[in-house]
Nanobody, 124 residues
Framework: VQLQASGGGLVQAGGSLRLSCAASGRTSSSHVMAWFRRAPGKEREFVAGFSWSRGSTYYADSVEGRFTISRDSAKSTVNLQMDSLKPVDTAVYYC??????????????????WGQGTQVTVSS
């Protein structure tokens, strides 16, 4: 499985950005895909996840109500729409895929594949 992330960039506080992560290779309907981020000097943290089998979502408290994760099943792509961005959202964002599981884990150790990071910078 390969993950290709795109999107990101520089935006002012209150603005929006959209990240996409395309999965290719031997994918199946049982995957969970998620976004994590790592800010300078901080640990990697879970942002949002999507269960392909259940169509369910799960968000970190810090982004609930501002970010929306969705799946484009035709393209095996998971998108992260980020609205009302804040400077604290500045980080390198990574998409990840867990091979199986109905639940959406927030522990990065549960994910099997990772995409390259994409920088998101929110200016104040």
């Amino acid at each position: 499985v390969q993950l290709q992330a795109s999107g990101g960039g520089l935006v002012q506080a209150g603005g929006s950005l959209r990240l996409s992560c395309a999965a290719s290779g031997r994918t199946s309907s049982s995957h969970v895909m998620a976004w994590f981020r790592r800010a300078p000097g901080k640990e990697r943290e879970f942002v949002a996840g999507f269960s392909w089998s259940r169509g369910s979502t799960y968000y970190a408290d810090s982004v609930e109500g501002r970010f929306t994760i969705s799946r484009d099943s035709a393209k095996s792509t998971v998108n992260l729409q980020m609205d009302s961005l804040k400077p604290v959202d500045t980080a390198v964002y990574y998409c990840a895929l867990a091979l199986s599981g109905a639940r959406i884990p927030s522990d990065y150790g549960r994910y099997n594949y990772w995409g390259q990071g994409t920088q998101v910078t929110v200016s104040s």
